[in-house]
């Protein structure tokens, strides 16, 4: 059974960086194809992609992002890691990790997050 | 980056009703489309991936269908337990990116 939970500051002060940890159970991000992503949900409003670290270490980030973020892994730990600088009120969200998970069909690879951490909730305020 | 495009953002419906939530990319992404699920307060649930295949252990209710840039989802004999919010999202390419949310209400 895959379970992941996010771990972090509920509050942080504008222009600090914010650090998450994901800590995982049922898989390992040493096996070909599996990932992890970051995903974040300001209140009352739409899912928003950050982050995807995969098995061999390929990571991709949200453009609009990409100079605030850094995700890493310890594979050792069942760990993934987002890091976040210069925090701002509007980056008030839960954060959430997900397993990314690939399936081929008809030569295609198709990529979706099947299963979710609970969220972290994140306030950004002096 | 890809913009999904989904409607309506909220609609009212009534138990046993069959409705219809759409999702249009601003390019092709194939097939690349898969829909959440996400009830007040909880993470999303995983509903359909590859624009038409059901995840284990959602009921058969649900289902997914369309390519290219436009997509749909279907819930046929809507039940208690399925007003929520729901969203697409597109796998095709980074960034990721998703739809804006339909927010299933009961009449």
């Known amino acids: 059974q895959i379970t992941l939970k996010e771990s972090g500051p509920a509050l942080v002060k504008p222009t600090q960086t914010l650090a998450l940890t994901c800590t995982f159970s049922?898989?390992?991000?040493?096996?070909?194809?599996?990932?992890v992503g970051w995903i974040r949900q300001p209140p009352g409003k739409a899912l928003e992609w950050l982050a995807l670290?995969?098995?061999?270490?390929?990571?991709r980030y949200s453009p609009s992002l990409k100079n605030r973020l850094t995700i890493t892994k310890d594979t050792s730990k069942n760990q993934v890691f987002l890091t976040m600088t210069n925090m701002d009120p509007v980056d008030t969200a839960t954060y959430y990790c997900?397993?990314?998970?690939?399936?081929?069909?008809?030569?295609?690879?198709?990529?979706?997050?099947?299963?979710w951490g609970k969220g972290t909730t994140v306030t950004v305020s002096s | 980056d890809i913009q999904m495009t989904q409607s309506p953002s909220s609609l009212s419906a009534s138990v046993g009703d069959k409705i219809t939530i759409t999702c249009r990319a601003s390019q092709s992404i194939s097939t690349y489309l898969n829909w959440y699920q996400q009830k007040r307060g909880k993470a999303p649930k995983v509903l359909i991936y590859?624009?038409?295949s059901l995840q284990s252990g959602v009921p058969s209710r649900f289902s997914g269908s369309g390519s290219g840039t436009d997509f749909t989802l279907t819930i046929s004999g809507l039940q208690p337990e399925d007003f929520a919010s729901y969203f697409c999202?597109?796998?095709?390419?980074?960034?990721?990116?998703f739809g804006g949310g339909t927010k299933v209400e009961i009449k």
């Open positions: 590859a624009a038409s």
């Open positions: 670290i995969y098995w061999d270490d390929d990571k």
């Open positions: 997900a397993h990314r998970r690939g399936y081929s069909s008809s030569g295609h690879y198709y990529y979706y997050m099947d299963v």
């Open positions: 049922g898989f390992s991000l040493t096996t070909s194809g599996v990932g």
């Open positions: 999202e597109q796998s095709y390419s980074t960034p990721l990116t």
